[in-house]
């Protein structure tokens, strides 16, 4: 069965400074990994995402995730934080298996402190 | 404009009435989902659909029901055998294999 797990309910960070945000999954076969930002009462917004190739995926806004085979893991990073990217912080899995179904974490909500 | 449509975005219902959720999308896309968010939970699915006239149970599908008539639409219903239907409703879609969903701004629903 798919799952996805996202250690830290919320993490604090200096604006300017570096962030990451955790993501750790399980599929069987090749994985197809999301991540999506929300903010108060809308849906979900796309950042990137890894389907093959490099293992440093960049996306929207300044984002980028590394693919850790190994780990299973797909951190999403930034290299300057802003008070603007304050928000809740979703990791989702896909396999193309029969099911194809998209399995999200729990969220982790982003606090960037001025 | 392309995208997917939930209404209402707010609703309210009395505790033992069914309720609609609508969810239409205008993307072409074959695959369509649910899922429910709750504070602390995160995004839990309930159903989705791949094809018209298909679809499958998720991980929390006891107390819904859904129907896929036409490739556009996927209506989710609320019974009143769901114990706890107060919260945040999001339809997505996608195209199959291996792509990004593309999500609605959701419907929240309050049972009183």
């Known amino acids: 069965a798919q799952s996805v797990a996202q250690p830290e309910d919320q993490v604090n960070v200096a604006e300017g400074n570096p962030l990451t945000v955790k993501c750790t999954y399980s599929?069987?076969?090749?994985?197809?990994l999301f991540w999506y930002v929300q903010y108060p009462n809308r849906g979900l917004q796309f950042l990137l995402k890894?389907?093959?190739?490099?293992?440093l995926v960049k996306g929207s806004y300044g984002f980028e995730a590394e693919f850790n085979k190994s780990q299973t893991s797909f951190h999403l990073k930034k290299p300057s934080a802003l008070v603007s990217d304050s928000a809740l912080y979703f990791c989702?899995?896909?396999?193309?298996?029969?099911?194809?179904?998209?399995?999200f974490g729990k969220g982790t909500r982003l606090h960037i402190l001025p | 404009d392309g995208g997917i449509t939930q209404s209402p975005k707010y609703l309210f219902r009395k505790e033992g009435q069914n309720v609609t959720l609508s969810c239409e999308q205008n993307?072409?896309?074959?695959?369509m989902y649910w899922y429910r968010q709750d504070p602390g939970q995160g995004l839990r699915l309930i159903y989705y659909?791949?094809?018209?006239?298909?679809?499958q149970k998720g991980d929390i599908a006891e107390g819904y029901s859904v129907s896929r008539e036409k490739k556009e639409s996927f209506p989710l219903t609320v019974t009143s055998a769901q114990k706890n239907p107060t919260a945040f409703y999001l339809c997505?879609?996608?195209?199959?294999?291996?792509?990004?969903?593309?999500f609605g701004q959701g419907t929240r629903l309050t049972v009183v």
């Open positions: 989702a899995v896909r396999a193309l298996n029969r099911d194809d179904k998209i399995i």
């Open positions: 890894y389907i093959t190739g490099d293992n």
């Open positions: 659909s791949q094809i018209v006239n298909d679809f």
């Open positions: 997505a879609s996608s195209i199959s294999g291996g792509n990004e969903a593309f």
């Open positions: 599929v069987s076969g090749n994985p197809y």
């Open positions: 993307l072409n896309h074959d695959a």
